[in-house]
């Protein structure tokens, strides 16, 4: 039975940094491509930046340049790095997981079979 779990999620003010982190069970984890989601309240879920078993990157437009996706394989980890937060930043966090993504649609919540619970970003200006 797949398993994700996040952590990591906290208030922080504009500027700000945090590091989401997500450990998976039950699967070959190496093997899987990992993403993290966001929702705001009252919008649809967003894709914000996905990396496959080869460790190729992608990454929404809106965090480029300021969320690092990476992963940990021998610990089952993925982490997100998140600098430069701003209040649109604000949203639960999903970690999800699926062993083979559609090319070009990482970014959509269907891509993915397996997700996290979620964890609360808030920033504040």
């Known amino acids: 039975q797949v398993r994700l779990v996040e952590s990591g999620g906290g208030s922080v003010q504009s500027g700000g940094s945090l590091r989401l982190s997500c450990v998976g069970s039950?699967?070959?984890?190496?093997?899987?491509?990992m993403g993290w989601i966001r929702q705001a309240p009252g919008k649809e879920r967003e894709g914000v930046a996905n990396?496959?078993?080869?460790?190729?990157?992608a990454y929404a437009d809106s965090v480029k340049g300021r969320f690092t996706i990476s992963r940990d394989n021998p610990r089952d980890t993925v982490y997100l790095q998140m600098t430069g937060l701003i209040p649109e930043d604000t949203a639960t966090y999903y970690c999800?997981?699926?062993?083979?993504?559609?090319?070009?649609?990482?970014?959509?919540?269907?891509?993915?079979?397996?997700w996290g619970q979620g964890t609360q970003v808030t920033v504040s200006s």
């Open positions: 039950g699967y070959t984890y190496s093997r899987y491509c």
């Open positions: 999800a997981a699926d062993p083979s993504v559609p090319d070009g649609h990482w970014f959509r919540d269907w891509a993915y079979n397996y």
């Open positions: 990396i496959d078993s080869d460790d190729i990157t």
